[in-house]
Nanobody, 123 residues
């Protein structure tokens, strides 16, 4: 069974940091690129960052560049999103996903999803 399980969300003050983790199982992790997305109620799921399975290339949405860092550990089948200098507008449910399309930040191109972890940034 394919599983992606996110953890690490929570409540943090503006300017603070959180580290999200994503544990993958049930598929060949090394074949898939991993992405982090976020979604507010009533809004589309938006791509935040992705990391390539082949060379570790990273991609970021403009609004998080310089603040968020994505990483992956193939030995542990995990990925992470380090979020620094958090802003209230970063508040959302964060999802990790897996895709065969390198560099994609389009939710429609992702094959597998976790159930999300909520991040709330207070002002």
């Amino acid at each position: 069974e394919v599983q992606l399980v996110e953890s690490g969300g929570g409540l943090v003050q503006a300017g603070g940091s959180l580290r999200l983790s994503c544990a993958a199982s049930g598929f060949n992790f090394d074949d898939y690129h991993i992405g982090w997305f976020r979604q507010d109620p009533g809004k589309d799921r938006e791509g935040v960052s992705s990391i390539s399975s082949s060379d570790g290339s990273t991609y970021y949405q403009e609004s998080v560049k310089g603040r968020f860092t994505i990483s992956r550990d193939s030995a542990k089948n995990t990925a992470a999103l380090q979020m620094n200098s958090l802003k209230p507008e970063d508040t959302a449910v964060y999802y990790c996903g897996a895709t065969l399309r390198a560099g994609s930040l389009r939710a429609a191109e992702y094959d597998y999803w976790g159930r999300g972890t909520r991040v709330t940034v207070s002002s």
